[in-house]
């Protein structure tokens, strides 16, 4: 019986690895680009001038991904408590925190919005950014923490800014 066992628990690792694989693979991409958009230069030539080769090659990657997403404001007050179900990239490659688990580090009191991030072709939100009220900002994908890099999702929030900014002048 425990042989079975075993069988299962690898079986079982093997299935969340195949999917967690195919949902990297669904997540449209560019690669190998040498420099960033147009709408990030200024942040792109901050970078060159602070950032090893390969993190800056990094850094580029995840600026020009981030047109692959949509980002929505989303309502602190229309926000339920998730449960772990709700994200398949729980895997130890990509480890993401929970929408509440962010509003407990931050502090409801020092947020200043909370935007959902969509994959160009889903209505599902797949990754929260909170910005707080001291400008700084977390990410549920982690990739500051783990990388030190900014994620994509930041850079789609950033856009969507851009483009409020340049419509209210």
């Known amino acids: 019986m425990p042989a079975m066992l075993e069988i299962h628990k690898l079986l079982d690792e093997q299935d969340k690895k195949n999917r967690y694989q195919q949902w990297k693979l669904a997540i449209p991409s560019i690669k190998n680009l040498e420099k960033t958009n147009f709408l990030f230069t200024?942040?792109?030539?901050?970078?060159?001038?602070?950032?090893?080769?390969?993190?800056?090659k990094l850094q580029r990657d995840e600026i020009n991904q981030s047109f692959y997403y949509a980002a929505r404001l989303v309502d602190q007050q229309d926000i339920t408590a998730t449960n772990d179900d709700s994200y398949e990239e729980d895997c130890a490659e990509s480890p993401?925190?929970?929408?509440?688990?962010?509003?407990?580090?931050?502090?409801?009191?020092?947020?200043?919005?909370?935007?959902?991030?969509?994959?160009?072709?889903?209505?599902?939100?797949?990754?929260?950014?909170?910005?707080?009220?001291?400008?700084?900002?977390?990410?549920?994908?982690?990739?500051?923490?783990?990388?030190?890099?900014?994620?994509?999702?930041?850079?789609?929030?950033?856009?969507?800014?851009?483009?409020?900014?340049?419509?209210?002048?």
Request: aromatic share 6%; net charge positive.
């Open 96 to 169: 993401q925190a929970t929408i509440d688990q962010l509003i407990e580090v931050s502090g409801c009191d020092n947020i200043k919005e909370i935007w959902g991030i969509e994959v160009g072709n889903s209505s599902k939100i797949k990754h929260y950014v909170v910005l707080l009220k001291n400008n700084a900002h977390i990410c549920s994908c982690l990739l500051a923490i783990r990388k030190g890099i900014i994620c994509r999702h930041y850079f789609q929030v950033m856009r969507i800014y851009s483009m409020h900014a340049c419509a209210e002048i």
């Open 42 to 56: 200024e942040v792109d030539k901050c970078c060159e001038r602070f950032l090893a080769p390969a993190i800056l």
